[in-house]
């Protein structure tokens, strides 16, 4: 069993930042992928950031140049540094941890409100 716990969201001004922490748990091995999506209300949930074995890592579009994705493997430890918050950004944002290749697991989210 995985377990995955998302953390660090809150209310922020726009221009502000924030730091989100997704702490993996379990029976972890064989780990391909972690991810932070975001849903806001009415909208779907979209990849915001993506971290694979080998180091590699994609952004969304819309926040390039802005978030930054990191892993501290001795902490199963997956990081989104977010700078230059907008209020577009507000959503609940969420982690997913992929083992292998079907095997995936969510976080319950943390919410991140940006005010204008």
């Known amino acids: 069993q995985v377990h995955v716990v998302e953390s660090g969201g809150g209310l922020v001004q726009a221009g502000g930042s924030l730091k989100l922490s997704c702490v993996a748990s379990?029976?972890?091995?064989?780990?391909?992928?972690m991810g932070w999506y975001r849903q806001a209300p009415g909208k779907q949930r979209d990849l915001v950031a993506r971290?694979?074995?080998?180091?590699?890592?994609s952004y969304a579009d819309s926040v390039k140049g802005r978030f930054t994705i990191s892993r501290d493997f001795a902490k199963n430890t997956l990081y989104l540094q977010m700078n230059n918050l907008k209020p577009e950004d507000t959503a609940v944002y969420y982690c997913?941890?992929?083992?292998?290749?079907?095997?995936?697991?969510w976080g319950q989210g943390t919410q991140v409100t940006v005010s204008s």
């Open positions: 971290w694979r074995s080998g180091g590699s890592t």
């Open positions: 379990g029976s972890i091995f064989s780990i391909s992928a």
């Open positions: 997913k941890l992929t083992q292998g290749i079907v095997s995936e697991y």
